[in-house]
């Protein structure tokens, strides 16, 4: 395992995501413990010892489970980071509550890195509100020792993201920022890279494989890639990318499976980043992906439960962009039939509640539109 000096520490430099481990029955709230257990379990042995969970992954059970699992190995040899949800005003009201509630949950008497979630266009008014006071909180809680390092996630647009850096720079010590070769210039992840480095804040990355999307590739996308790397595998390739950046430290996936594990673990025994070539084909790849995906979901759900119809939004713009260059359906897709009235685009009420909250900015209501357009029978 390849480490990254931070402070005092080395952190893996593959991170455990908590936030899509393996469920039973569809469940997003039953995981699989058996399985999460032996994955936990072999990540330890293999050398990650950064975590990744936040308040609400899985609704609430990826830090219960965290707890539970991280509690059987020694304090000192786990980092552990969770984030305060700042989703609503309410939250920002019970912010002593919600993180005693999270240290009881993840039984531990510290964090060592705690994220505000999502700092995004949509609630950064309430981050940066010195009358609920969050950062205050948060700056009390570190030096009392029960934060050792406090930072950010974001998907905010780049002037918010520079005015909250403006404010909080010498108080944060990481950002948390979606980069991959797509993002670095469809999010402009390169001009939040600058930002960084001007504030010389260590960038920790997610989505590096954009939720799953960038692990298969199509067969002329594959080939391309395996003419210049032919033992590589096509994950491989997203992580391989960012070894490229000096300034990244954690680079988190959000590990399903214990295949998956197992060979993010063997890509992070290496480095091996990409040349200046390989970096430029990557770029024309996206490029030529972008033309031609229809919606760059991440299938985060932060969405799902701003929908007055009850639609399963990512579902549906996943089968969405599956069916991207078909022109005509000519029946209900067999992944959305199951899912009944929450998988029916025709549904939607184009009311764009889903919008304000999606963190890729996705024209969801008109996306739902032109998909459900295609469909030519009626359930
Ligand atoms: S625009 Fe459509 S998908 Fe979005 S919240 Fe409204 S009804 Fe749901
Ligand atoms: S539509 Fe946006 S908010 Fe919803 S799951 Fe996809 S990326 Fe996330």
Redesign the pocket.
């Known amino acids: 395992m390849l480490y990254r000096k931070f402070k005092d520490i080395d952190v893996s430099a593959l991170g455990f995501g908590l936030m899509r481990l393996p469920c039973l029955n569809n469940d997003r709230k039953q995981l699989d413990m058996k399985t999460v257990r032996e994955m936990v379990h072999y990540a330890m042995e293999h050398g990650i010892n950064y975590y990744d969970t936040a308040y609400n992954y899985h609704d609430g059970e990826s830090e219960r489970v965290a707890g539970e699992l991280l509690n059987e190995y020694p304090r000192n040899s786990f980092c552990l980071a969770t984030k305060f949800p700042g989703f609503e005003r309410e939250r920002f009201l019970r912010a002593p509550e919600i993180f005693k509630e999270q240290l009881n949950k993840c039984q531990v008497d510290y964090f060592d890195f705690y994220l505000m979630h999502s700092v995004s266009d949509s609630n950064i008014t309430l981050y940066m509100d010195d009358e609920l006071g969050l950062m205050d909180y948060l700056l009390k809680e570190k030096n009392a020792g029960r934060i050792r390092y406090l930072g950010f996630s974001t998907h905010a647009s780049n002037d918010n993201f520079r005015l909250f850096l403006e404010k909080y720079h010498d108080v944060v010590e990481f950002c948390q920022i979606q980069i991959n070769w797509i993002d670095w210039t469809y999010q402009n992840a390169k001009e939040k890279m600058t930002i960084l480095k001007e504030y010389d804040l260590p960038v920790w990355v997610m989505e590096p494989l954009r939720g799953g999307y960038l692990a298969t590739l199509a067969e002329d996308e594959e080939a391309t890639l395996k003419a210049m790397r032919p033992y590589e595998s096509i994950p491989a390739w997203s992580f391989r990318y960012l070894q490229q950046f000096s300034e990244i430290g954690v680079i988190l996936s959000g590990m399903s499976t214990m295949a998956q594990l197992k060979e993010n673990i063997e890509t992070f025994s290496l480095f091996k980043p990409v040349s200046e070539e390989e970096n430029e084909a990557l770029l024309i790849l996206a490029e030529n992906k972008l033309a031609k995906t229809v919606v760059p979901?991440?299938?985060?759900?932060?969405?799902?439960s701003e929908c007055p119809q009850g639609l399963e939004?990512?579902v549906i713009?996943e089968t969405s962009n599956a069916y991207a260059f078909t022109e005509q359906i000519s029946n209900i897709p067999r992944k959305l039939q199951p899912l009944g009235d929450a998988g029916d685009p025709r549904r939607c009420i184009a009311c764009r509640s889903?919008e304000s909250?999606?963190?890729?900015n996705?024209p969801?209501a008109e996306t739902m539109y032109k998909f459900g357009a295609k469909w030519k029978l009626d359930k």
């Open positions: 979901c991440t299938a985060c759900r932060y969405c799902v939004i990512p713009l889903c909250a999606c963190t890729q996705i969801i």
